[in-house]
């Protein structure tokens, strides 16, 4: 994978955990059957705060694994 798609989808990545945090998107997704395609298959039952706090820890990862990609090439190959 290139670093522009790489960069690419880190930001298309960002912004929908942005949407869930800052965006209102955990209370619309709250109790949806979509959250549970869209987020984790167990969020369904989770509050908006829950899933907030999911979107939340999963941001820190993936900037995590964006980071390391950004200087290990071999890394953004694993997806």
């Known amino acids: ?6 960069i690419g989808a880190f930001a298309v990545t960002s912004l929908f955990w942005a949407w ?12 949806s059957f ?7 298959f ?3 039952e ?3 705060e829950g899933i907030r706090l999911f ?3 999963m941001w820190i990862g993936a900037t995590i694994w964006f980071v390391v990609g950004i200087f290990v090439p071999e ?3 694993m997806w």
């Open 46 to 48: 989770w509050t908006a």
């Open 75 to 77: 890394v953004r190959g």
């Open 20 to 31: 869930l945090l800052f965006g209102g998107g955990a209370a619309w997704l709250e109790g």
């Open 55 to 57: 979107a939340f820890l």
């Open 42 to 44: 167990r969020a369904p």
């Open 1 to 6: 994978m290139g670093i522009a798609v790489w």
């Open 34 to 40: 979509l959250s549970g395609l869209l987020v984790h």
